[in-house]
């Protein structure tokens, strides 16, 4: 199948040209669908709607693959030259200078970054608008093994502890090997001090389930215990988006899921796809959010009850 010439799509006032739309950006076999970077327009055209609202405003680090996923893969933080100048940058400081990072604020940006052949979208946890103060706190649930019971049992106790500490916290599967947990915050505070607070729920937990789960950054001590993972709680690190695809086989999807869901026994990290994450997404799995994040003040001191 020739992967030659050019498709031209509208995305709102804008009108872009996509670039070798038969290219194979996910090749089939081996039970895996094949995908284009034309399937790959057609999903995000569909699951925008879902998508930006959690990458808007935001800076991001995109995972490009113009070859597809078996050929080279390269981290891109600066904004080529080349994009177009409707496109949304930011320039944040970083140790020695500046980057200049996109933000995806539209539809067009959107499928402009998959013309690009972006597979993953990885989004910070703070705003431009306050760029060092994250509004999101994520909990990576990191299986030593490709185990997903033991992350769904961690997901679980997590879920429980927040609960107790009165957070509202909302799931997501990686589309690789976990799930994330994802607090909302009131980005009233720096990313240094929400680390700390992820540092201490995550020692705790891990204190009262010692046999199951660590903290341990070296895989070497970690045995088959879960990781519960923090390291993405600190200025200039990202996190997967909800709805970004995945460079693996098949095009696995990280997919908001619901805390019922956890006990459905066809669930797994790479449960959705490019083909069915959009049915996901209509069902709104994240509808129990609440619009304004927590401040976590109230949290730690109960979480300081906790502990003594």
């Given at each position: 199948m020739s992967d030659g010439g050019?498709?031209?799509?509208r995305a709102g006032r804008r009108t872009l040209e996509i670039h070798r739309p038969g290219k194979v950006l996910f090749p089939g076999g081996g039970g895996a669908k094949e995908y284009t970077k034309g399937d790959l327009v057609e999903y995000h055209r569909a699951v925008a709607p879902y998508l930006l609202p959690h990458l808007r405003g935001r800076p991001l680090m995109l995972d490009r693959r113009p070859d597809g996923i078996d050929g080279p893969a390269f981290m891109q933080k600066n904004t080529p030259e080349g994009y177009p100048d409707w496109?949304?940058?930011?320039?944040?400081?970083?140790?020695?200078?500046?980057?200049?990072?996109?933000?995806?604020?539209?539809?067009?940006?959107?499928?402009?970054?998959?013309?690009?052949?972006?597979?993953t979208l990885h989004r910070w946890l703070s705003r431009t608008d306050r760029i060092d103060r994250p509004d999101r706190l994520v909990f990576d649930l990191d299986p030593s093994v490709d185990d997903f019971e033991t992350v769904r049992e961690a997901a679980r106790l997590l879920g429980e502890l927040l609960d107790e500490l009165k957070l509202p916290?909302?799931?997501?599967t990686t589309g690789s090997r976990g799930l994330h947990v994802i607090v909302p915050l009131n980005a009233a505070e720096g990313f240094d001090d929400v680390r700390a607070f992820a540092r201490e729920v995550a020692d705790t937990l891990a204190a009262a389930h010692p046999d199951r789960l660590t903290t341990a950054a070296r895989k070497k001590d970690r045995g088959d215990r879960l990781y519960l993972d923090i390291q993405r709680n600190a200025y200039a690190q990202t996190a997967v988006a909800p709805y970004t695809v995945r460079a693996l086989p098949g095009a696995p999807v990280a997919v908001p899921i619901s805390r019922d869901e956890l006990d459905d026994p066809k669930l797994h990290a790479r449960r959705w796809t490019v083909a069915d994450a959009?049915?996901?997404a209509r069902a709104d799995p994240w509808s129990h959010l609440p619009r304004r994040g927590r401040a976590l003040a109230p949290a730690r001191r109960r979480l300081a009850a906790l502990r003594d």
């Open positions: 050019a498709r031209i799509v496109i949304t940058r930011t320039e944040v400081a970083k140790e020695g200078g500046t980057v200049t990072h996109t933000v995806c604020d539209d539809t067009a940006t959107l499928l402009h970054l998959v013309d690009q052949a972006s597979i916290s909302a799931l997501m959009v049915e996901q």
